[in-house]
């Protein structure tokens, strides 16, 4: 499933706040900070039926007259079909350049430091 980068930054709102309406995304979208905060109501109500088009998310019931929708797709599977492409696009395809990139321009704390090691060492370990 390809989804757009606007319709990811929808479908990231419904992982966090499903099951949602239309006009609670809408709302989400427009309190964001540093977002499009005159994104029209039509423009978000597009952008839901072209995901429950795709198979993103689906119909889940009614509150009033409002349809009611949860996602299809974890974040986890769309994550792992963007990644590839993303990767191809931005770093030839290195996941070196990646990583390299991602540790030198995050700030990490201790504790995410401690995490990646854990994750290299059982990434090592499973070899």
Partial sequence: MKLSEYEMDVMQLFWQHEPCTASHIHQLLCEQPGRRKNVAYTTVKTIVDRLEKKGAI????QQGRAIV????VTQSTLSKQATPGFMRRFFQGDSRNFIAHFIENEKLDDDDIAYLKTLLDSKKDSK
Avoid: N
Wanted: glycine share 12%.
């Fill in 58 to 61: 689906e119909r889940h019931g």
């Fill in 69 to 72: 929708y949860q996602s299809l």
